[in-house]
């Protein structure tokens, strides 16, 4: 992939995934969250969870089974796949954002700040004013990353789904979600 630092300081241009972009985003999801070689991206949860962090069929069942939500890839000029980001509206002016995620290769040249600012566009050119977002209690350095980014503790926890392999394999029993909240206004 060329490095190409300059793609960090622009907007990203947000496209709807396709049936096609799975297996891609599939790759890049599980080599971002679970990359545990040189490769890996800083926030890997390698260290306390296995397995994959979705797979085809599971995220072409999310995608099926949420008509309302959008899987949003970014592409380089070269075609290269940059990054993804699922938004899904929750009420009338409230959308959940997950599985933000940017190539482990080029994650220090700022892209994952310029996605998140291009899904909250997204949000808002949807009539969204908030967003929320849940990031495992264990992941610190995501914590304050999202911080520094408008993302606040609301307070609110979520228990982790450890009877399903949704999102990997645990190697711990001490995880939760917690929940963030921005306001968009």
Request: proline share 5%.
């Amino acid at each position: 992939m060329p490095d190409d630092t300059s793609r960090g300081t622009s907007q990203a241009a947000l496209q709807v995934a396709t049936g096609a972009d799975v297996p891609a985003i599939v790759a890049l999801m599980n080599h971002a969250y679970r990359g545990d070689n040189v490769d890996a991206g800083w926030n890997t949860e390698a260290a306390y969870m296995d397995g994959d962090r979705t797979s085809d069929v599971m995220l072409r069942q999310d995608i099926a089974a949420n008509p309302a939500a959008s899987l949003l890839i970014w592409r380089a000029s070269d075609d290269a796949l940059l990054g993804c980001v699922w938004l899904e509206p929750e009420a009338a002016d409230v959308w959940y954002v997950g599985s933000l995620t940017v190539d482990p290769r080029v994650q220090n040249a700022r892209l994952g700040r310029t996605l998140l600012a291009a899904a909250e566009d997204w949000v808002r050119q949807r009539g969204g004013r908030a967003i929320r977002m849940t990031v495992v209690n264990l992941r610190d350095t995501l914590l304050a990353w999202y911080g520094r980014r408008g993302y606040l503790p609301t307070g609110a926890t979520e228990p982790f789904p450890y009877d399903s392999d949704r999102f990997g394999r645990p190697k711990r029993d001490d995880l939760h979600f917690v929940v963030l909240g921005k306001s968009l206004g």
